[in-house]
């Protein structure tokens, strides 16, 4: 039976970037409350799949599965606009990534029962480095992408939760098979609805499989260093913001969608 990571919060944003860098992810317990889960819930439920923005949809009946991933979530309601930048998660984000910052994806995606297991996995590795390197304790790679899971159901083992290898970020590789890094083992993020992590794109981690009978909601929430490339399907200018939603953003929610000042390549 594999083990629950043991969950710790940490209160100011120099913790947590710490916390991203040794641990490789960074826990916001009780995120958000009992009213703001129940309405992303429902806003999420209730969103359409757009094949050309490369959601993926299919239900129960055709794939074993219920599976709803949607697409940057952030044009589809204006609910979701406060999700780019929640106290908290916003300061770590810029902290890792800079003041320039930027999302690149936010997605809604909800997982029925049969899910399967993912295999284990980094996100994307900028920097694969030979081991002894990597884990060296001069070496400091810089944090290029972390996404931010906000968890809307009471995570159990039955739901299928996220699972970590906490440190592996730090082996230079992806995990190739391997289960355990440096004598830590694969643990389940066994949180509460309304929590939050956010992890390195490095980190050891997967979904795992839905074995019991309810549906699981998460909303992911891609941030990434400003020269990193946003990910708005569909692609050569066919993504179109939501005019209406743009204009109730903020200007930090405006340059989180990429509403830079000019720079260099610009
Ligand atoms: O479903 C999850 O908890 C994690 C998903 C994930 O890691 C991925 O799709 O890359
Ligand atoms: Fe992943």
Redesign the pocket.
């Known amino acids: 039976m594999r083990q629950a990571l043991e969950l710790t919060a940490y209160d100011t944003p120099e913790e947590r970037v710490r916390a991203i860098e040794e641990d490789g992810f960074a826990y916001f317990p009780a995120a958000l409350d009992a009213d703001e889960v129940a309405t992303l819930r429902s806003v999420m439920s209730g969103l359409q799949p757009i094949s050309e923005s490369f959601d993926r949809y299919h239900t129960a009946e055709e794939r074993g599965f219920l599976q709803a991933h949607v697409n940057n979530a952030f044009n589809r309601d204006p609910l979701f606009l406060g999700y780019l930048d929640r106290p908290g998660v916003i300061e770590l984000a810029e902290a890792t990534h800079g003041e320039d910052c930027h999302v690149i994806g936010m997605t809604s995606?909800i997982?029925g029962p049969g899910?399967p297991d993912?295999t284990l996995?980094t996100?994307w590795l900028p920097l694969p480095l030979p081991e002894d390197i990597a884990a060296g304790p001069r070496v400091k790679v810089p944090v290029f992408i972390t996404?931010t899971?906000y968890y809307l159901d009471d995570m159990t083992e039955e739901l299928?939760?996220?699972?970590f290898v906490p440190g592996s970020h730090r082996s230079g590789r992806s995990p190739n098979g391997d289960t355990e890094w440096l004598g830590q083992s694969e643990r389940s993020?066994l949180c509460k609805a309304g929590d939050a992590v956010s992890f390195r794109s490095e980190v050891w981690?997967?979904?795992?499989a839905n074995v019991g009978e309810d549906t699981?909601h998460?909303l992911?929430v891609h941030y990434a260093h400003r020269m990193i490339t946003q990910k708005f399907p569909p692609y050569l200018n066919r993504f179109q913001f939501d005019e209406a939603i743009l204009a109730e953003a903020s200007p930090r929610q405006r340059r989180l969608l990429g509403d830079h000042r000019s720079g260099a390549y610009d």
């Open positions: 995606w997982t899910r993912q996995h996100d996404t899971h299928g939760p996220t699972t993020i981690h997967r979904g795992t699981r998460l992911q």
